[in-house]
């Protein structure tokens, strides 16, 4: 498959162009994909080559952004018409750290099973489990009580013994959902 192809139509947002546009200033333009570069440079759309972390961001192939969308940082300088790329800070990627994702994601997996099974005959584990579940509700509403979500984490993978194969699912949302960047799974399994 060819990369697609992203344009800046005076200086503005690179976007990437179908059969039509309106731009900021209510021009319409239609038959786009017909053209050529030139042709669309007469109109006053340039290509752009976005850099890779950003085109791979936009085209994100899996369920979870890439590395990049946690990494890096990709500021559009009009004057210039180009990317300025810049590298997240912890307290950067901490902030995208999707709760949502993460918490619909888990309840559908093996191990989120796992731990309902476990709840249903041991009171710690149901006592810690209603906690997370109450955690992460208010964390999705962005209160987040990042201490208790990790003693509750610390806890269940200390007294639940997971397969292999659930603990690949939940390192898999962890990481795609920005978790690492706060948060650890205890050794425990």
């Known amino acids: 498959m060819a990369n697609k192809k992203y344009y800046s139509y005076k200086t503005f947002y ?13 021009e319409s333009f239609i038959n786009l994909e017909n053209l050529s570069d030139p ?96 955690l992460f509700s208010d964390a999705k509403s962005n209160n987040i009580k990042v201490n208790r979500i990790q003693n509750c984490l610390d806890f269940i993978f200390t007294n639940i013994v997971f397969t292999e194969a659930q603990l690949q699912e939940i390192q898999e949302i962890f990481v795609g959902t920005g978790m690492q960047y706060q948060y650890t799974i205890p050794n425990g399994n």
């Open 39 to 134: 042709e669309l440079e007469e109109l006053g759309f340039v290509s752009i080559e976005l850099p890779e972390g950003l085109y791979k961001i936009k085209n994100q192939e899996g369920k979870y952004p890439p590395e990049e969308f946690w990494t890096h940082s990709y500021t559009w300088y009009r004057p210039t018409m180009e990317f300025i790329v810049g590298e997240n800070n912890l307290e950067q990627k901490i902030s995208q750290i999707n709760y949502n994702t993460f918490w619909n994601d888990l309840s559908e997996t093996s191990a989120y099973d796992k731990i309902r099974e476990e709840s249903m005959t041991s009171l710690p584990v149901n006592t810690v489990a209603t906690e997370l579940i109450a």
């Open 14 to 26: 690179p976007e990437e162009i179908s059969g039509s546009y309106v731009t900021v200033f209510g």
